[in-house]
């Protein structure tokens, strides 16, 4: 059994049917030996078994420095959720040239396309048009368009141009739009090569007329859209928070939405659940989605996709090319619900 | 003043706000002499005393053959409406070789823009997801995305491949959609490379995931999409009614809609405005939108750069440019409100 | 008979092989009555004997303002060169209604391709390369390339802006040119909107790095591009020479290539065949190609496809969607060979 | 001093001219203190006096593992070759987090426009055809383009999908070209989603129209294109060899084209310099560059470019963006000249 590889799925809080499907399950069995633990973090007793035959672990199973001693034959990690946790020794797994990859671009096309359709739904007013014509209260045409305005040739603004952004930017290629980009960690000669104009973070919020804040959070960056960075944001503008509540000040995100400062589409919150007296609930106007932007069927078949391709890549000998490989650095930094 | 061009402005229903701004005033003084006529139909005595100078007139003005005869510099009727009327004569213009020429196409990429909005507000479910959350009845995540599905690689539906369908398509090409479409008018090798797949209607009715009606509407295809056609849809398809209400059986579609059998966005009525107590007003789910697709600032301000534009270029004897030219057969057989 | 279309081939000076292959005689077949003339421009009697029933002529026979009186049924002629002769009245075939087509754009792509491919051969020296390699004299690497240069990001200039620059345009377009465009006939909001920067001739011949001389030959503009235009082009640009010769002073522009003021292709002639004797055929550097950049195989294969496509469209009464139409004055203004 | 980044530059065969120009220089005094040595490779006594201190080695020093124990503040090794040595120790480099990083990518758009334009040159037959025309034997339009054939819609073949594959398709994608790719290394997958068709190597090989021959050369595919695979070729193919001779037997490729059994562009060789007497020179109609494809000034100018980018973002403690990271386990497969 020397030979065989060992898959080991631990992939807590996914569950079986987003990534150990029947076809999952068929082309695992073709590689190897699988073991397979769902509805929690595999127990400790069960994960040192394991160690010492694994090549492949499925999830976010902890690995200290020490466990990766006892794991001669561990070849990869691939992290089926879209972010990372501090409770693996990513710059140990780094040294042993072990892969350890995310499958965070599989969500990004979903919430490109939420991020596209609610950016129109904001600009051209689907929403409360269809209010009007409940109550009666319609107009026709350009009467009734007098604040409707159009993607196409828009400034749009991306905060952070990372898996997200890169996804959402060819939807908005045929409209157009004059993109501003800025993202801290990234050169002005790449996004330039990217088709972006690099931008500084007070730029982005001034000029654009559609706003997609697209940051993933660091135990740096929390809360860096405060309320006078919020205030910045030009009149009118509609604003998407696609990306993790916690870089902006949800409560003054939502006031000034309320207040009708800006158009905006929310869905992620620092909470969730959010509480059922929560009152920002009762917010006119503003376009709520409870966390559905990425988590969607088509989205957990991509992760499946990505994962059984690199996992036989590995297998192989060869380099995986469709997970996202942690940066030690950064994947230490990130900051997980 | 024989030589300065006579530039006459009838094009009611339009307004001067939609294409006699400003700017257009001065560019036209550029140009020649303006006489201008709103907020009606120009009454036939100025309409008479005009012929026999004008160069350019923009608008649907009554043109029977007779009148051609008394307008011997006319070079061009600039068609403002993104329809035709029968009140003039296509044929006899076609053949003293006077440009007949229409803002069309000025308003497609704002129909194209609702469409792909629409088309991903239905299947991403953002109203009811919004009902939802205000209730306080939200799932989050994959538990609230039951009924949601993507764009991406989705097999999409025209009916009707005209100025609608050549907008929509560049939108839905990062999407890596296959488009099925259908276009009685058209032949299957231009639709080959225009980039879609030449369906039958029948065909794109039962294989669409999305499904755009975009055709125009004219006094050979009334009402041709009936209970029949339309219960061939596919079980839960988006449909987007994209272009006149008259192509479809009103009722019988808003009554598939209403009971679940597909999701639908509905832009255009056959009566419009629809009577206070109509009682489709309330069904459940559809979107409405009272006629908001196409007559946004922003398209009027391209009806106003297309018609200066060929202005110009008609009056230095050059072909135009952007408007659209009127076939005499199909431009005969248009209907219009 | 009278309700079989007659369809009247009288191509000359293209041949059967050209325009009358087997899959095209079947497909007329399924059609109507098929009656061909090659090797020569069909005879009066012959012509006038089909007039009174003929509904499509393939060719450019002679149609003079009387000849449409005799021919009730004639519903478009369709023009398989690539330019047209002032044997047929324009403007009468447009009063009647009757489309008057050519394959024009069919010979565009396998141009566009010549441009390019030569375009790159010029700047990256392979003609010299290679000889250079025969003759034991090449230099390695960095070391050879001294004069090389690259279409990426490049300026690149366009004279006319027809159907030569509308195909090219997008085999330039992964390139990253900045691509500056001359046409009069074109406004420049037309030529904005295709992507290019609408230029001066002037600043087109002063600033292309390459330079693509695209222009159509018409009654009026005859060797517009002088000598003193020509020396205006920037010293060692590449320059395409791929539409029509009688647009250049030919021999100021051979003499300036032959001295090195800029590099250059070309494929076509004042006369054709060139003389024997002619000095020009040794001028060294200078790519020279004998009227090949239309004219294959692949460029006839279109003009059938095209014509047969448009013909069907015709004798259904539709809109023909493939071939160019001719505006009744430029046609009349074209010069033909 | 132990703040200020100390920036090696060791990059023979890179000349300063090619990597460390004015304004790269310039760049660097901005960044750090800069030691640098051209000519040959730094002699190891100037090596280990800098080891201590060094952040950033730009070149492909020797660095064995021992080395990397005496340089505890190297953060990067940015090599400015197209290919590696086997003289860094990749696994410990790697377990250190020291970036490599190789500017091969600055190279692949200079060689996807020398293949694009050798392939359209040999399709086109445009070497032969100014012969002709100097000659006096041209023949003109269709008849001179009897063997003549188009990019446009064409078969193409891809073995090796690397960093000039990936540069070379976008390139083709305006021709409308089937690109079929042969790449061991990557998953059907992934070659799918990079919008070509997975094939096998025979498949490439007797289906293209159009073969592109772009695999490096590694220890385990040396003259894996051999005769036997060469003679699989289609008949009359235009192929162009654009990465390391060593992946062919030279001697029969030369063989097949000079027999006229394909068309080729050659641009590198077993040997460089060729030796002089070398009889392959004189093989008619086979195009010959002396390893012209990558190494012009414009490749140099963007191997600056990306280098001074990563330099940037690796002191500023941000991932690296432009260069390519190498893979120990082909880094250490790879061979060099």
């Known amino acids: 059994m020397a030979n065989t590889p060992l898959i080991f799925f631990d992939p807590f809080p996914r569950t079986d049917a987003m990534v150990f499907t029947p076809d999952v399950q068929a082309a695992c ?18 994960v040192e078994s394991l160690l010492p035959d694994v090549d492949i672990i499925v999830g976010q199973t902890a690995m200290p420095a020490e ?9 990869a990690i691939l992290n089926v959720k879209a972010n990372w946790e501090p409770n693996i020794d990513y710059g140990e797994a780094h040294r042993r040239g072990i892969h350890v990859l995310s499958a965070a671009p599989a969500m990004a096309p979903a919430v490109a396309e939420y991020c596209l359709g609610q950016a129109i739904a904001l600009a051209r007013g689907f929403a409360a048009s269809d209010r009007l014509f409940r109550s009666g209260h319609e107009r026709y045409g350009i009467a009734g368009n007098g604040t409707a305005y159009s993607l196409f040739g828009a400034d749009v603004g991306f905060i952070g141009f990372g898996n997200l952004g890169r996804a959402l930017l060819p939807l908005l290629q045929p ?18 090569l990217q088709g972006v104009q690099p931008t500084s973070l007070d730029g982005v919020l001034s000029k654009a007329r559609f706003l997609f804040i697209l940051a993933g959070v660091t135990s740096e960056n929390e809360g860096f859209l405060d309320r006078k960075k919020l205030e910045m944001i030009a009149e009118d503008a509609s604003v998407v928070l696609g990306s993790r509540a916690e ?14 400062r800006f158009r905006a589409a929310v869905d992620v919150f620092p909470e969730e659940p959010v509480p059922q007296d929560a009152a920002f609930r ?16 088509a989205s957990y078949a991509r992760i499946r996709d990505m994962m059984m391709d690199d996992m036989r890549q590995i297998l192989k000998g060869h380099p995986p090319l469709r997970m996202q490989k942690a940066e030690p650095r950064q994947a230490a930094m990130a900051r997980s619900r």
């Open 29 to 46: 069995a073709e590689l190897g030996r699988v073991v397979s633990h769902f509805g929690s973090r595999a127990p400790d007793d069960l």
């Open 67 to 75: 466990r990766f001693d006892r794991a001669p034959n561990l070849k």
């Open 175 to 192: 409209f157009g739009c004059r993109v501003l980009a800025h993202d801290p960690l990234l050169s002005d000669r790449y996004l330039d």
């Open 247 to 260: 870089v902006v000040d949800f409560d003054a995100f939502l006031n000034l939405a309320g207040s009708g």
């Open 282 to 297: 009762q917010i006119p106007d503003v376009q709520f989605t409870a966390h559905l932007a990425g988590g969607m069927n």
